[in-house]
Protein backbone atom coordinates (compact mmCIF):
# COMPACT_ATOMS: atom_id res chain seq x y z
CA UNK A 1 0.00 0.00 0.00
CA UNK A 2 2.97 1.93 0.73
CA UNK A 3 4.74 1.66 -2.59
CA UNK A 4 1.44 2.02 -4.59
CA UNK A 5 0.55 5.55 -2.67
CA UNK A 6 4.20 6.72 -3.24
CA UNK A 7 3.79 5.66 -6.70
CA UNK A 8 0.44 7.45 -7.12
CA UNK A 9 2.07 10.70 -5.59
CA UNK A 10 5.15 11.04 -7.78
CA UNK A 11 3.79 11.69 -10.62
CA UNK A 12 6.25 14.92 -11.47
CA UNK A 13 9.01 12.35 -11.81
CA UNK A 14 7.13 10.95 -15.01
CA UNK A 15 8.60 7.45 -13.91
CA UNK A 16 5.54 5.14 -14.42
CA UNK A 17 3.36 5.28 -17.99
CA UNK A 18 1.41 3.42 -16.26
CA UNK A 19 0.72 1.95 -13.01
CA UNK A 20 -0.57 -2.00 -12.30
CA UNK A 21 -1.50 -1.54 -8.53
CA UNK A 22 -4.18 -4.81 -8.94
CA UNK A 23 -0.72 -6.75 -10.00
CA UNK A 24 0.81 -5.83 -6.83
CA UNK A 25 -2.23 -6.32 -4.60
CA UNK A 26 -2.57 -9.75 -5.65
CA UNK A 27 1.53 -10.78 -5.70
CA UNK A 28 0.80 -9.25 -1.89
CA UNK A 29 -2.30 -11.09 -0.87
CA UNK A 30 -0.71 -14.27 -2.55
CA UNK A 31 1.97 -14.12 0.25
CA UNK A 32 0.22 -13.22 2.84
CA UNK A 33 -2.10 -16.39 2.22
CA UNK A 34 0.58 -18.71 2.50
CA UNK A 35 1.92 -17.20 5.26
CA UNK A 36 -1.12 -17.75 7.11
CA UNK A 37 -1.00 -21.42 5.44
CA UNK A 38 2.42 -21.97 7.22
CA UNK A 39 3.86 -22.38 3.40
CA UNK A 40 7.71 -22.06 2.23
CA UNK A 41 7.58 -18.25 0.70
CA UNK A 42 8.57 -17.75 -2.53
CA UNK A 43 11.92 -15.73 -3.14
CA UNK A 44 10.16 -12.33 -3.93
CA UNK A 45 6.78 -13.08 -2.05
CA UNK A 46 4.70 -9.89 -2.11
CA UNK A 47 7.56 -7.82 -3.69
CA UNK A 48 6.62 -4.83 -5.39
CA UNK A 49 8.17 -3.85 -8.39
CA UNK A 50 8.69 -1.53 -11.62
CA UNK A 51 8.97 -3.20 -15.19
CA UNK A 52 10.63 -1.01 -17.49
CA UNK A 53 8.34 -0.88 -20.89
CA UNK A 54 10.37 -2.91 -22.60
CA UNK A 55 9.22 -6.37 -21.51
CA UNK A 56 6.25 -7.47 -22.73
CA UNK A 57 3.16 -7.94 -20.09
CA UNK A 58 0.30 -9.81 -20.93
CA UNK A 59 -2.95 -7.38 -21.06
CA UNK A 60 -1.04 -4.37 -20.16
CA UNK A 61 0.33 -2.16 -22.70
CA UNK A 62 3.53 -1.98 -23.33
CA UNK A 63 5.14 0.54 -26.10
CA UNK A 64 8.52 0.98 -25.57
CA UNK A 65 8.44 4.70 -24.98
CA UNK A 66 7.71 5.41 -28.39
CA UNK A 67 4.39 6.43 -30.35
CA UNK A 68 4.54 3.44 -32.84
CA UNK A 69 3.26 1.27 -30.32
CA UNK A 70 0.80 3.55 -28.59
CA UNK A 71 -2.21 1.20 -27.42
CA UNK A 72 -0.47 -1.89 -27.89
CA UNK A 73 -1.60 -5.08 -25.42
CA UNK A 74 0.67 -8.03 -25.38
CA UNK A 75 -1.23 -11.50 -25.55
CA UNK A 76 1.93 -12.87 -23.78
CA UNK A 77 4.42 -13.00 -20.75
CA UNK A 78 8.36 -11.80 -21.24
CA UNK A 79 10.22 -14.63 -19.83
CA UNK A 80 12.00 -12.08 -17.54
CA UNK A 81 8.56 -11.06 -15.96
CA UNK A 82 7.39 -14.80 -15.80
CA UNK A 83 10.23 -15.75 -13.69
CA UNK A 84 9.64 -12.80 -11.45
CA UNK A 85 6.10 -13.21 -11.06
CA UNK A 86 6.75 -17.11 -10.76
CA UNK A 87 8.84 -15.97 -7.68
CA UNK A 88 6.34 -14.32 -5.70
CA UNK A 89 7.08 -10.77 -7.22
CA UNK A 90 4.14 -8.49 -8.23
CA UNK A 91 4.36 -4.84 -10.37
CA UNK A 92 3.64 -1.59 -9.50
CA UNK A 93 3.55 -0.31 -13.23
CA UNK A 94 5.12 -0.14 -16.57
CA UNK A 95 8.34 2.37 -16.68
CA UNK A 96 9.03 5.20 -18.63
CA UNK A 97 12.55 4.61 -20.70
CA UNK A 98 13.86 6.23 -23.89
CA UNK A 99 12.12 5.54 -26.97
CA UNK A 100 13.15 1.68 -28.03
CA UNK A 101 15.96 1.85 -25.26
CA UNK A 102 18.11 4.13 -27.31
CA UNK A 103 19.34 7.02 -25.77
CA UNK A 104 21.14 8.13 -22.31
CA UNK A 105 19.59 10.50 -20.74
CA UNK A 106 15.73 8.84 -21.25
CA UNK A 107 15.18 12.23 -23.11
CA UNK A 108 14.18 10.62 -26.19
CA UNK A 109 10.90 8.83 -24.73
CA UNK A 110 7.75 9.65 -26.05
CA UNK A 111 6.19 10.29 -23.00
CA UNK A 112 7.68 13.08 -21.80
CA UNK A 113 10.95 12.70 -20.01
CA UNK A 114 11.51 11.20 -16.63
CA UNK A 115 13.11 13.68 -13.50
CA UNK A 116 15.89 12.38 -11.54
CA UNK A 117 15.09 12.40 -7.86
CA UNK A 118 18.21 13.97 -7.34
CA UNK A 119 19.33 17.90 -7.57
CA UNK A 120 22.22 20.27 -7.29
CA UNK A 121 23.21 21.70 -3.95
CA UNK A 122 24.37 24.64 -5.56
CA UNK A 123 20.97 26.18 -5.04
CA UNK A 124 20.05 25.91 -8.79
CA UNK A 125 16.87 23.77 -9.32
CA UNK A 126 17.99 22.49 -12.89
CA UNK A 127 16.09 19.23 -13.54
CA UNK A 128 18.42 16.74 -13.63
CA UNK A 129 18.40 13.48 -16.41
CA UNK A 130 18.17 10.16 -14.83
CA UNK A 131 20.38 8.57 -17.23
CA UNK A 132 18.90 5.90 -19.72
CA UNK A 133 17.98 4.30 -21.04
CA UNK A 134 16.69 2.55 -18.19
CA UNK A 135 15.74 6.21 -16.51
CA UNK A 136 12.12 5.48 -15.23
CA UNK A 137 13.58 2.73 -13.63
CA UNK A 138 16.89 4.40 -12.18
CA UNK A 139 14.16 7.44 -11.07
CA UNK A 140 11.80 4.72 -9.43
CA UNK A 141 14.40 3.02 -7.36
CA UNK A 142 16.60 6.14 -6.81
CA UNK A 143 13.08 7.84 -5.21
CA UNK A 144 11.77 4.59 -3.56
CA UNK A 145 8.67 4.23 -5.17
CA UNK A 146 9.58 0.84 -5.20
CA UNK A 147 12.19 -1.32 -3.86
CA UNK A 148 13.55 -2.90 -7.18
CA UNK A 149 13.12 -2.66 -10.56
CA UNK A 150 13.90 -4.45 -14.13
CA UNK A 151 16.37 -2.40 -16.41
CA UNK A 152 18.03 -3.43 -19.81
CA UNK A 153 21.19 -2.89 -21.13
CA UNK A 154 22.35 -2.97 -24.52
CA UNK A 155 25.22 -0.27 -24.32
CA UNK A 156 25.14 0.79 -20.54
CA UNK A 157 21.07 1.57 -20.04
CA UNK A 158 21.03 -0.43 -16.63
CA UNK A 159 24.80 0.88 -15.42
CA UNK A 160 24.84 4.91 -16.41
CA UNK A 161 21.11 5.34 -15.17
CA UNK A 162 22.44 3.25 -11.60
CA UNK A 163 25.37 5.70 -11.35
CA UNK A 164 23.33 9.05 -12.32
CA UNK A 165 20.79 8.28 -9.25
CA UNK A 166 22.97 6.70 -6.41
CA UNK A 167 21.30 2.98 -7.34
CA UNK A 168 23.27 -0.48 -7.68
CA UNK A 169 22.24 -2.40 -11.32
CA UNK A 170 24.09 -5.14 -12.85
CA UNK A 171 23.76 -6.18 -16.65
CA UNK A 172 24.73 -10.21 -16.46
CA UNK A 173 26.78 -12.19 -19.05
CA UNK A 174 25.06 -12.17 -22.34
CA UNK A 175 22.94 -15.12 -22.54
CA UNK A 176 21.93 -15.45 -18.50
CA UNK A 177 18.47 -13.87 -19.31
CA UNK A 178 16.03 -14.56 -22.03
CA UNK A 179 15.42 -11.95 -24.16
CA UNK A 180 12.29 -13.62 -25.53
CA UNK A 181 9.25 -11.17 -25.18
CA UNK A 182 11.85 -8.59 -24.61
CA UNK A 183 11.27 -5.75 -27.04
CA UNK A 184 14.58 -5.75 -29.17
CA UNK A 185 16.64 -2.98 -29.95
CA UNK A 186 20.15 -5.17 -30.71
CA UNK A 187 19.68 -8.62 -29.98
CA UNK A 188 23.40 -9.56 -30.27
CA UNK A 189 23.92 -7.04 -27.02
CA UNK A 190 20.34 -6.71 -25.22
CA UNK A 191 20.42 -8.49 -21.78
CA UNK A 192 17.94 -7.99 -18.88
CA UNK A 193 19.19 -6.82 -15.31
CA UNK A 194 17.94 -5.38 -12.18
CA UNK A 195 18.23 -2.22 -10.77
CA UNK A 196 17.61 -1.62 -6.89
CA UNK A 197 19.14 -0.24 -3.77
CA UNK A 198 21.72 -2.40 -2.92
CA UNK A 199 24.01 -5.06 -4.49
CA UNK A 200 22.17 -7.51 -2.11
CA UNK A 201 18.85 -6.73 -3.80
CA UNK A 202 20.28 -6.98 -6.99
CA UNK A 203 21.37 -10.65 -6.79
CA UNK A 204 17.97 -11.81 -5.37
CA UNK A 205 16.30 -10.48 -8.30
CA UNK A 206 19.23 -11.50 -11.22
CA UNK A 207 18.71 -14.79 -9.71
CA UNK A 208 14.67 -14.77 -9.83
CA UNK A 209 15.06 -13.11 -13.47
CA UNK A 210 17.85 -15.25 -15.24
CA UNK A 211 17.61 -18.93 -16.14
CA UNK A 212 17.78 -20.97 -19.59
CA UNK A 213 14.68 -20.73 -22.29
CA UNK A 214 14.27 -22.73 -24.92
CA UNK A 215 11.74 -19.93 -26.65
CA UNK A 216 15.80 -17.56 -27.05
CA UNK A 217 18.21 -19.19 -28.90
CA UNK A 218 20.86 -17.30 -27.64
CA UNK A 219 19.93 -18.08 -24.26
CA UNK A 220 22.30 -20.56 -21.67
CA UNK A 221 21.67 -23.75 -21.17
CA UNK A 222 23.26 -23.08 -17.40
CA UNK A 223 22.18 -23.29 -14.18
CA UNK A 224 20.99 -20.17 -11.88
CA UNK A 225 23.86 -19.88 -9.19
CA UNK A 226 23.07 -18.91 -6.13
CA UNK A 227 24.11 -15.50 -5.90
CA UNK A 228 22.61 -14.26 -2.46
CA UNK A 229 24.15 -17.12 -0.70
CA UNK A 230 27.83 -16.74 -2.12
CA UNK A 231 27.97 -12.79 -1.40
CA UNK A 232 30.95 -11.95 0.51
CA UNK A 233 33.16 -8.82 1.03
CA UNK A 234 35.94 -10.50 1.76
CA UNK A 235 38.47 -10.22 -1.64
CA UNK A 236 41.26 -12.07 -0.41
CA UNK A 237 43.39 -13.36 -3.36
CA UNK A 238 41.27 -11.39 -6.01
CA UNK A 239 42.93 -9.46 -8.50
CA UNK A 240 41.45 -6.00 -9.65
CA UNK A 241 42.47 -4.85 -13.38
CA UNK A 242 42.64 -1.14 -13.67
CA UNK A 243 42.68 -0.41 -17.48
CA UNK A 244 44.76 2.47 -17.89
CA UNK A 245 43.15 3.46 -21.33
CA UNK A 246 39.91 4.07 -19.92
CA UNK A 247 42.09 7.39 -18.27
CA UNK A 248 40.57 9.35 -21.39
CA UNK A 249 41.52 12.86 -21.53
CA UNK A 250 38.70 15.53 -19.77
CA UNK A 251 38.08 13.16 -16.99
CA UNK A 252 36.73 14.94 -14.14
CA UNK A 253 39.61 15.32 -11.21
CA UNK A 254 36.70 14.03 -9.38
CA UNK A 255 35.87 10.65 -10.90
CA UNK A 256 39.81 9.88 -11.15
CA UNK A 257 39.48 10.93 -6.99
CA UNK A 258 36.18 8.27 -6.79
CA UNK A 259 38.22 5.80 -9.08
CA UNK A 260 41.25 6.01 -6.48
CA UNK A 261 38.64 5.63 -3.67
CA UNK A 262 37.12 2.50 -5.20
CA UNK A 263 40.61 1.31 -5.67
CA UNK A 264 41.22 1.64 -1.71
CA UNK A 265 38.29 0.45 -0.38
CA UNK A 266 38.62 -2.76 -2.54
CA UNK A 267 42.17 -3.08 -1.49
CA UNK A 268 41.31 -3.09 1.83
CA UNK A 269 38.84 -6.30 1.34
CA UNK A 270 41.85 -7.92 0.29
CA UNK A 271 42.42 -7.52 -3.30
CA UNK A 272 45.55 -7.42 -5.09
CA UNK A 273 45.69 -4.11 -7.92
CA UNK A 274 47.13 -4.75 -11.32
CA UNK A 275 47.31 -2.16 -14.00
CA UNK A 276 45.93 -3.61 -17.39
CA UNK A 277 45.83 -2.89 -21.00
CA UNK A 278 42.99 -2.78 -23.20
CA UNK A 279 44.27 -1.24 -26.25
CA UNK A 280 41.46 -1.23 -28.51
CA UNK A 281 38.73 0.61 -26.11
CA UNK A 282 39.25 3.65 -27.90
CA UNK A 283 37.38 2.03 -30.94
CA UNK A 284 34.82 0.73 -28.80
CA UNK A 285 32.23 3.21 -28.79
CA UNK A 286 32.77 3.97 -32.80
CA UNK A 287 32.13 0.08 -33.32
CA UNK A 288 29.09 0.15 -31.02
CA UNK A 289 27.01 2.91 -32.62
CA UNK A 290 27.58 1.06 -36.14
CA UNK A 291 26.57 -2.78 -34.89
CA UNK A 292 23.63 -1.49 -32.39
CA UNK A 293 21.94 0.56 -35.18
CA UNK A 294 22.68 -2.33 -37.71
CA UNK A 295 20.80 -4.75 -36.09
CA UNK A 296 18.01 -1.92 -34.76
CA UNK A 297 17.27 -1.36 -37.81
CA UNK A 298 16.80 -4.96 -38.94
CA UNK A 299 14.66 -5.24 -35.64
CA UNK A 300 12.43 -2.27 -36.20
CA UNK A 301 11.75 -3.48 -39.89
CA UNK A 302 8.45 -5.31 -38.22
CA UNK A 303 7.02 -1.73 -36.92
CA UNK A 304 5.01 -1.18 -40.45
CA UNK A 305 1.49 0.00 -39.36
CA UNK A 306 0.34 -3.39 -40.16
CA UNK A 307 0.48 -6.06 -37.07
CA UNK A 308 1.64 -4.09 -34.01
CA UNK A 309 0.26 -0.01 -32.57
CA UNK A 310 -0.57 2.87 -34.54
CA UNK A 311 -2.03 2.83 -38.90
CA UNK A 312 -1.58 6.09 -40.45
CA UNK A 313 -3.25 5.38 -43.65
CA UNK A 314 -3.93 8.85 -45.27
CA UNK A 315 -7.28 8.80 -47.63
CA UNK A 316 -6.60 7.02 -50.95
CA UNK A 317 -3.02 6.27 -49.93
CA UNK A 318 -1.56 2.39 -51.39
CA UNK A 319 0.62 0.55 -48.82
CA UNK A 320 4.09 1.72 -49.56
CA UNK A 321 2.40 5.06 -48.55
CA UNK A 322 1.03 3.58 -45.08
CA UNK A 323 4.04 2.59 -44.06
CA UNK A 324 6.19 5.63 -45.12
CA UNK A 325 3.03 8.10 -42.77
CA UNK A 326 2.95 5.52 -40.16
CA UNK A 327 6.61 5.52 -39.49
CA UNK A 328 7.26 9.04 -40.12
CA UNK A 329 4.51 9.95 -37.06
CA UNK A 330 5.41 6.98 -35.39
CA UNK A 331 9.25 6.72 -34.89
CA UNK A 332 10.79 9.50 -32.70
CA UNK A 333 13.87 11.69 -34.26
CA UNK A 334 16.77 9.70 -32.18
CA UNK A 335 15.25 6.26 -33.20
CA UNK A 336 14.82 7.24 -37.17
CA UNK A 337 18.62 8.49 -37.08
CA UNK A 338 19.33 5.23 -35.96
CA UNK A 339 17.32 3.37 -38.72
CA UNK A 340 18.87 5.44 -41.37
CA UNK A 341 22.66 5.12 -39.83
CA UNK A 342 21.99 1.38 -39.75
CA UNK A 343 20.52 1.37 -42.88
CA UNK A 344 23.40 2.72 -44.55
CA UNK A 345 26.29 0.68 -42.69
CA UNK A 346 24.56 -2.32 -44.17
CA UNK A 347 23.45 -0.93 -47.71
CA UNK A 348 25.63 -3.14 -50.37
CA UNK A 349 27.96 -0.16 -50.76
CA UNK A 350 29.50 0.28 -47.33
CA UNK A 351 28.85 -3.32 -45.61
CA UNK A 352 32.45 -3.69 -45.49
CA UNK A 353 33.62 -0.26 -45.16
CA UNK A 354 31.63 0.13 -41.86
CA UNK A 355 29.71 -3.42 -40.67
CA UNK A 356 32.27 -5.60 -41.28
CA UNK A 357 35.08 -3.45 -39.78
CA UNK A 358 33.12 -3.17 -36.67
CA UNK A 359 32.53 -6.52 -36.19
CA UNK A 360 36.70 -6.96 -36.80
CA UNK A 361 37.33 -4.28 -34.19
CA UNK A 362 34.35 -6.36 -31.56
CA UNK A 363 36.25 -9.08 -31.92
CA UNK A 364 39.88 -7.42 -30.95
CA UNK A 365 37.82 -6.00 -28.15
CA UNK A 366 36.80 -9.10 -26.85
CA UNK A 367 40.35 -10.50 -26.81
CA UNK A 368 41.46 -7.66 -25.33
CA UNK A 369 39.51 -8.83 -22.14
CA UNK A 370 40.40 -12.35 -22.88
CA UNK A 371 44.21 -11.07 -22.23
CA UNK A 372 43.45 -9.13 -19.25
CA UNK A 373 41.80 -11.73 -17.33
CA UNK A 374 45.42 -13.58 -17.48
CA UNK A 375 46.33 -11.44 -15.00
CA UNK A 376 43.43 -10.17 -12.75
CA UNK A 377 40.05 -11.39 -11.91
CA UNK A 378 37.66 -8.29 -12.26
CA UNK A 379 38.16 -4.96 -13.60
CA UNK A 380 37.91 -1.55 -11.84
CA UNK A 381 36.57 1.81 -13.66
CA UNK A 382 34.53 5.04 -12.92
CA UNK A 383 30.98 4.34 -14.63
CA UNK A 384 30.21 7.26 -16.43
CA UNK A 385 32.54 10.51 -17.65
CA UNK A 386 30.56 12.66 -15.53
CA UNK A 387 27.60 12.97 -13.04
CA UNK A 388 23.76 13.67 -13.64
CA UNK A 389 23.69 16.57 -16.56
CA UNK A 390 21.01 18.51 -16.52
CA UNK A 391 17.65 17.80 -19.02
CA UNK A 392 18.28 19.25 -22.50
CA UNK A 393 22.20 19.35 -21.64
CA UNK A 394 22.99 17.57 -24.51
CA UNK A 395 19.84 15.97 -26.38
CA UNK A 396 20.89 18.80 -29.37
CA UNK A 397 23.80 17.08 -29.82
CA UNK A 398 23.93 13.11 -30.36
CA UNK A 399 27.54 12.81 -30.59
CA UNK A 400 27.90 14.57 -26.92
CA UNK A 401 25.10 12.04 -25.91
CA UNK A 402 26.93 8.74 -26.93
CA UNK A 403 30.32 9.98 -25.60
CA UNK A 404 28.49 9.69 -22.39
CA UNK A 405 28.57 5.48 -22.94
CA UNK A 406 32.53 5.52 -23.38
CA UNK A 407 33.38 3.22 -20.14
CA UNK A 408 29.76 1.14 -20.30
CA UNK A 409 29.97 0.19 -24.32
CA UNK A 410 33.06 -2.13 -24.12
CA UNK A 411 32.33 -4.96 -21.89
CA UNK A 412 28.84 -4.88 -23.69
CA UNK A 413 30.13 -5.65 -26.72
CA UNK A 414 32.18 -8.40 -25.16
CA UNK A 415 28.85 -10.14 -23.39
CA UNK A 416 30.74 -9.61 -19.80
CA UNK A 417 28.72 -8.96 -16.77
CA UNK A 418 29.27 -5.69 -15.31
CA UNK A 419 27.51 -4.13 -12.54
CA UNK A 420 27.50 0.02 -11.15
CA UNK A 421 27.07 0.67 -7.78
CA UNK A 422 27.22 3.82 -5.70
CA UNK A 423 31.17 5.28 -5.16
CA UNK A 424 30.89 8.35 -3.52
CA UNK A 425 29.02 12.45 -4.25
CA UNK A 426 30.70 14.89 -6.31
CA UNK A 427 31.03 18.47 -5.18
CA UNK A 428 27.47 19.23 -5.93
CA UNK A 429 26.15 16.58 -4.20
CA UNK A 430 25.27 14.41 -6.83
CA UNK A 431 26.37 10.38 -7.08
CA UNK A 432 28.75 8.80 -9.00
CA UNK A 433 29.45 5.05 -10.20
CA UNK A 434 32.23 2.71 -10.01
CA UNK A 435 32.12 -0.46 -12.60
CA UNK A 436 33.23 -4.24 -11.88
CA UNK A 437 33.41 -6.13 -14.86
CA UNK A 438 33.55 -9.60 -14.65
CA UNK A 439 34.77 -12.58 -16.75
CA UNK A 440 31.68 -14.68 -18.62
CA UNK A 441 29.38 -16.02 -15.91
CA UNK A 442 31.21 -14.40 -13.10
CA UNK A 443 28.11 -12.32 -11.83
CA UNK A 444 29.30 -13.62 -8.15
CA UNK A 445 33.03 -12.02 -8.46
CA UNK A 446 31.30 -8.66 -9.71
CA UNK A 447 28.87 -8.69 -7.08
CA UNK A 448 31.49 -9.39 -4.31
CA UNK A 449 33.84 -6.62 -5.46
CA UNK A 450 30.30 -4.30 -5.76
CA UNK A 451 29.57 -5.39 -2.15
CA UNK A 452 33.15 -4.56 -0.69
CA UNK A 453 32.71 -0.76 -2.50
CA UNK A 454 29.12 -0.60 -0.88
N1 LIG B 1 23.00 4.83 -24.54
C1 LIG B 1 23.21 3.72 -25.41
C2 LIG B 1 22.42 3.90 -26.68
O1 LIG B 1 21.80 4.88 -26.82
C3 LIG B 1 22.87 2.43 -24.72
C4 LIG B 1 21.44 2.17 -24.66
C5 LIG B 1 21.12 0.85 -24.04
O2 LIG B 1 21.95 0.22 -23.38
N2 LIG B 1 19.90 0.39 -24.31
O3 LIG B 1 22.41 3.08 -27.54
Known amino acids: DAFIAKVSQAKA ?215 EAGLSANLNGLRVGIPKEYRVDGMPEEIEALWQQGIDWLKDAGATIVEVSLPHTKYALPAYYIIAPAEASSNLARYDGVRYGIRDLPTGAGLQDMYAATRADGFGPEVKRRIMIGTYVLSAGFYDAYYTQAQKVRTLIARDFERAWETCDVLLTPTAPSAAFALGEKSADPIAMYLNDVFTVPSSLAGLPAMSVPGGLDKQGLPLGLQIIGKPLDEQGVLNAGLAIE
Open 13 to 227: LNAFLVETPDHAIAAATAADTAREAGETLKPLAGVPIGMKDLFCTKGVTTTAASHILEGFTPTYESTVSQNLWDAGAGMLGKLNMDQFAMGSSNETSAFGNVISPWKRNDGGNASLAPGGSSGGSSSAVAARLCPGATGTDTGGSIRQPAAFTGISGIKPTYGRCSRWGTIAFASSLDQAGPMARDVKDCAILLEAMAGFDAKDGTSLQLDVPKW
